[in-house]
């Protein structure tokens, strides 16, 4: 998992780029030994902008720290 940009994350099985690591934490589901690929597209909190999947905009005084993935 490493995307094509640095702080980024590409999925090879799906093809799909995640923003950071908990938008790609939360495309992947708990079925069979290695996990599986979810519908990004259903997964709450997900949204695709700027080429990549993102969870929700961070407010201002917020940015910097560490949030959960979405969804959970």
């Known amino acids: 998992m490493s995307g094509r940009e640095p702080g980024t994350c590409y999925c090879s099985r799906c093809r799909n780029t995640f ?18 690929c979810r519908d990004v597209g259903g997964i709450p ?15 201002e005084g917020l940015r910097g720290q560490r949030r959960k993935a979405p969804g959970f």
């Open 19 to 36: 923003a950071d690591v908990p938008a790609f934490d939360a495309h992947r589901g708990t079925r069979g030994a290695h996990g599986e």
């Open 45 to 59: 909190g997900l949204e695709f902008r700027d080429g990549m999947w993102r969870g929700p905009e961070m407010p």
